[in-house]
Nanobody
Framework: QVQLVESGGGLVQAGDSLRLSCAAS????????LGWFRQAPGKEREFVAT????????YYADSVKGRFTISRDSAKKTVYLQMSSLKPEDTAVYYC????????????????WGQGTQVTVSS
C-alpha cells in the first residue's frame, strides 16, 4: 500500500523558515520522482518543486526559486522541502506526490498524494 505522509507545517511569520517532510512507504522510493505542490483557498493546486529520481535534477516554480530547496534521503525514504524567506503568499496546504510520467509541473501527471500539511505565513 503506497503511502505519502507530509509533516512539518505550521504558523510562521514572514521571513521565517520551515522544513516540510514527506515520508514514503509501499513502493521503491529510489525509483520514483517525487514532487511538492500547494493549494491555497480558492485556488488551483500548483506546482512547487520536484526532484528527479534518476540523477537528482531539480525543478522549481518561479515563485519559489531561490527560496525553497527540495531534497531527499533515500535511507529514510523521505523527501524534504526546505522553505526560507517565507511570504504570506506561500500560505497553502502543501502536498507531496509521486510522478507517473509526462511533464513535471502538471498535477495530473502525479499518482499518489499525501494528505497535505498546512503552512500559514503571517505578515
Amino acid at each position: 500500500q503506497v503511502q505519502l505522509v507530509e509533516s512539518g507545517g505550521g504558523l510562521v511569520q514572514a521571513g521565517d523558515s520551515l522544513r516540510l517532510s514527506c515520508a514514503a512507504s509501499g513502493f521503491t522510493f529510489s525509483s520514483y520522482t517525487l514532487g511538492w505542490f500547494r493549494q491555497a483557498p480558492g485556488k488551483e493546486r500548483e506546482f512547487v518543486a520536484t526532484l528527479i529520481w534518476n540523477g537528482g535534477r531539480t525543478y522549481y516554480a518561479d515563485s519559489v526559486k531561490g527560496r525553497f530547496t527540495i531534497s531527499r534521503d533515500s535511507a529514510k525514504k523521505t523527501v524534504y522541502l526546505q522553505m526560507s524567506s517565507l511570504k504570506p503568499e506561500d500560505t497553502a496546504v502543501y502536498y507531496c506526490a509521486s510522478h507517473l510520467g509526462g511533464t513535471y509541473m502538471e498535477p495530473k501527471n502525479y499518482g499518489y498524494w499525501g494528505q497535505g500539511t498546512q503552512v500559514t505565513v503571517s505578515s
